[in-house]
C-alpha cells in the first residue's frame, strides 16, 4: 500500500482506501486512485478519491457509489484549477478527463460533438484544418477541457466579440448527482424543443452533474485576426476603450496593468490596452488605419502583437491563485477600476485587466498576497459597493476554499429559492458540491 | 374553479373596471392565437398596466386557483395562449413602454407590450437595432418573443432573442417578483437562459433589458434563382465551408415564386424557377463589393442560374418582398394551412427538403416551403381544407414523417415557433422520459401546482401535477 500523504479529515481517508477497489471495478483499474496518488489538484486539500470514468454510464455508477456511501462529489474536467471544497465526509473528484473523444465534427454545420474532457487547444488544432474555431478563450488555463470552460461558463476576452461560453453550446449531456445521464438540448442552432435545460447546465459549476458531452457550435476563422497595442498612462487608456469597442470589428478589447503588459515585451509602467480585430481584410484595415491615425495625432505609438500574446496573457492570468472579477456596466468601467485599485492597496503587487467592452475588471493578486491580512474584509466591502449600483464581485475561475469566508459570489436574493428549487432537481441528496453557489 | 363574482370585483379594483373583459362577444376573440385549429375561450381577459399591477393579480388568481395564461399580441403559432381550462388570459398589451434606451451601453428597457417593429424604429435614430426580427415583427410583442425565443431571417448571423437579454423582470405564478440577470456577470445559475422560451410557463415578464446591436455600415441583397429546390437548399452548407456566413439566408421553392408571382406583391422571379434564395451581406461598405462577389460565385457553383444583386434600397425592398409576403399570400390560396417549424443540421439540407417533398408527394399533399435556410430551419406548408377529414388525415400523417425525418437526421421539431399545444405530444420525439421528467420538475420549480399556462410545452403523461380531471387539448 502506498503511503498516504496528510489528508484534511484522516478518519476519512481509511475509508476511501477501502472504497478504492470497488471504485476500480466501475472505472477500470486506471480510472480511479486516492487523492494523495493523484496528480496535484490546483488549489486546496487533495481529495480522498479520484474517479475518471471512460463513459457517462461509469460517472452515473460513480455517483450511485457516492451517494451509498455518503462521498462528497466534486465535477471536474483536467483537474488543473479544481477546488475541493472542505467536507466531512470523504471527497471525491469525479473528472471527465478520460472522456476526451471527438465524436463527431461536421465541417458543412459547422459543429461538433465533443466528450467533455477533450481540451480546448485539442479541438482547435482540429478544426484550424478546415479554417474553423471555437471562439471560447476560457478564463483559466491553456490546458482547459471543454467540459471545465462550458461548466463555468466564463469567457475571456473573446466574450466581447462572440459571446459567453453559453452562446456556443447547443446541447450536452449531463449526469446528475442522482445518477441520471440527460441528454439536454440538440446539435442544431435554432431549437426552442422544450425548456433550454442546456442553458441551465451551462454556467452551473458541477452543482447539478457532471458534464460528459458538449454539442458546439463552432464558426468560420475570421479573414485577418490582427492585434494592435497602445501603451500610455492608465488615464489616456481608459480613454480610447470606448472608441476601441465601438468598432464593428473589434472582438476583444483588453486593458492590461504594467505587471502585465511588461510580460507581454511592453515597456515598465506602461498601462496599455489591446484591441484585437477580426473581419475581412478591407475592414480590418481600414480600422488599422484609423487606430494608427488616432495614435499618432495623441501622440501615441502603436504595436502590432502576434496572436500569440493572447495566450501569454491567458498564461499569466492563469498562472495566478485567485481572480476577483468586478463587473459593472461598460460605461462605468472608470469607477469599477478605480474601485479595483483601491483593493489593490492590499495587493500592491497584484495584476490587472479589463474586459473593456463587458465593463469587467479583473485582479489577480499573488498567492504570497493571500496570505496579507484584512484582504477578505476589503473584498467584502468592495463587492457591497459594487452591488449597491447593480454590479457584481466573483471570486474565480475556481472557488478555492480558506477565502476567510468569503463566498464566491455575492448575495443571490429572491432567486436563491429558485435556485435551491433547480438543485434539488438534479441533485436531491446533495451528492455534487455546491460549485461555490451559496444554496 | 370558475370566476367568483368576488373574484371578478377584487380584480376590477386592482386594476380598473375597463381592463377586466367578461363580455362574450369580446372573450370570442381570444379563444385562440395564430394557431387557429385549436381554441378555448378564456374566463376573462385582464390588462394590467404595471408590474405591480401584474404581481396583484398574480397572487389573487394564485390565491383563488384560477389558471391564468399570459398573451402579448397573439400571433404564436403553437398555440401557446391557448386559455385551457376556462383559464384567464392576462394580456401585456397595455404595457407597451419604452422605459430607457442606454445607447453607451447598447441596452434598452422595455415592457412586454411593445411591438418588435415599434421597437426597432425607436432605434433607428440612435443607429442601433434589435437583432431579432421574427416574420410577424409588425406586430409580434417582446413578450411574446421572450417566452418562444423568436428568430427571424437576421438571427443566423446575430442569435436568437435570447442572445440578446441581458436581464428580466419577472412575476412569479404566485405574485411574487425576481429579478433575473442585470448588470455585471451571472450570479448563480442562468436563469435568463432558462426562462427565455420557457412559453409563457416559468413567469410573466413585466420587464425586460434587451441587448442593442449598432447598424451595421452597409448592405447588400442578392437574389439567386434555381431549376432546383436542393441545389439552393445545398448552398448553406456551400457557404459555411466557404467560411461566408451571410446575414440572412432565405429560401422560398418554385411553388411559392408562383403564388408570389400571380399575386400583387410580383417581383419579377421566373415563373417556372424551382427555387429562390434570398441573402443579405452586411459589414464594412469596403468589403461588401467583394463578398457580394464571393456569394454570387458560391450560388452559381451549387447551380443557380441567375443572381441578382439589389441596385438601390427599393430594388432590396422588392427581393425581400418575394420571401417576406409568402404567409399571406398563400394563405389565401386555401381555407387551412399547416406550418411546420422544423430544423435540421445544414449539412443534410439538401437531402431533407427532398425527403420532405417526397413525404408531401406520398401523401398527395399541396405543399409550398420557405426556409431560414441559413440556420436549417424549414417551413413547410401544407394547404388543406378541415372540412374534408380524409385529407385531414394524410395532412396529419405527412407533418409527423416530416418530424420523424428530421429528428433522425439529428435536427429539432420546432426552430422558433415553441411547443405550445400543438407539438406538444411531440416532444418524445426528441427527449426520453427523464429528460421530460426534468424539465417538468423543473417547471414545477417556477410553476408548482401548474396554474400558469397549464398543459402547455410537456406532454401531458410525463406530468404528474396533471390531475386526470382537467380537459385535454380541444383539437379537432
Redesign the interface.
Known sequence: MAELAEQAHPGASDRAARALPRLREVVGPEGAELGAEARAFGLGVAPDLVARPATAAQAAEVLALARAERWKVTAAGAGSWTAVPPDPRPTLVLSAARLDQVHAY??????ASVGAGVGLAALAALTAQ??QWLPLDAAGAAGATVGAAVAL??GGPLAFGY??P??HVLGLELV?GDG?????G????????????T??A???RGALGLVTRVHLRL???P?VDLTLAVAADLDTCLSLC?RAC?R??AAAVELLSPALWSRLGGGPGAWAVLTRLH?????V??ARAEALAAARAGGLQVVELEPAAWAALAEAEAARPLTV?L?????ALVQTVALAQQLCRAWPDAALAAHCGD??VRLFPRAEDLAAPGWAEAVGAARRA?AAR???L?LGPAHAPGHQGLSA??E?????R??R??KE??DPEAVLSDGG?DF | MALTFDLVDELERLLGQGNVVTDPATLLTFECDALTSQRAVPAAVLLPGATEQVAQVARALFRARVPYVPRGAGTGLSGGALALDGAVIVSLTRMDGILEVDAPNLRARIQPGVVNATLAAALLPHGLTFAPDPSSGSVCTLGGNVAENAGGPHCLKYGTTVNHVAALTVVLPDGEVVRLGGPGEQQGFDLVGLFVGSEGTFGIATEIEVKLRRLPESVVTLLAIFDRVEDASASASAFITAGLIPAALELIDGESIKAVEASKYAVGCPKDAGAALVIELDGAKASLGRLAGRAREICLACGAREVRIAADDADRERMWQARKKIYAVVAALAPDLLVQDVVVPRARLAEIVREIYRIAARHRITMVTSAHLGDGNIHPTMLFDRRDAELVGRVEKASEEILEACVAAGGSITGEHGIGVDKREHLGLMFGDRVLESMCGVRAVFNPGELLNPGKVIPLRNCREWVGSRTRDAHG
Open positions: 461536421e465541417p458543412r454545420d459547422p459543429t478546415h479554417r461558463g466564463v459571446g459567453a453559453r452562446e446528475t441520471r445521464v440527460l441528454a439536454l440538440g446539435r442544431v442552432l435554432k431549437n426552442v424543443a422544450g425548456y433550454d435545460l442553458r441551465l451551462v454556467g452551473s464558426r468560420p476563422l479573414e470606448p465601438g464593428p470589428e473581419g475581412e481584410k478591407e475592414a484595415d481600414r472579477r463587473a459593472d456596466r461598460p460605461s465593463g469587467v459594487l447593480g454590479g457584481t466573483l459570489y455575492g443571490l436574493g429572491p432567486t436563491r429558485l435556485m428549487g433547480l432537481q438534479f453557489f
